[in-house]
């Protein structure tokens, strides 16, 4: 099981962007949101059973989720 941490950067005019990335369906990777946005930013938790899935998920949220824009991964992690 691997967990990352992204933070995503967003278009602060965009509406609903943290709820849109929040409901966006991300396959075989589940996402949280961990704590409350802040203005044009928002840390997401995300964990799969393997890297394909992570990477899928992560190029799902910026390609597929209006106004989002830039995604740093600030941590991953995976059980031995």
């Not at 990777?29 to 992560?58: D, R």
């Amino acid at each position: 099981m691997l967990h990352a941490y992204v933070l995503i950067e967003f278009d602060p005019g965009a509406p609903d962007v943290p709820e849109r990335v929040r409901s966006h369906s991300l396959g075989m990777c589940k996402q949280t949101l961990v704590g409350s946005p802040t203005s044009g930013e928002l840390i997401v938790h995300l964990e799969a059973e393997e890297g394909p899935h992570m990477n899928e998920a992560m190029v799902s949220l910026t390609s597929q989720v209006d106004g989002v824009g830039r995604l740093t991964v600030l941590r991953i992690s995976g059980a031995p």
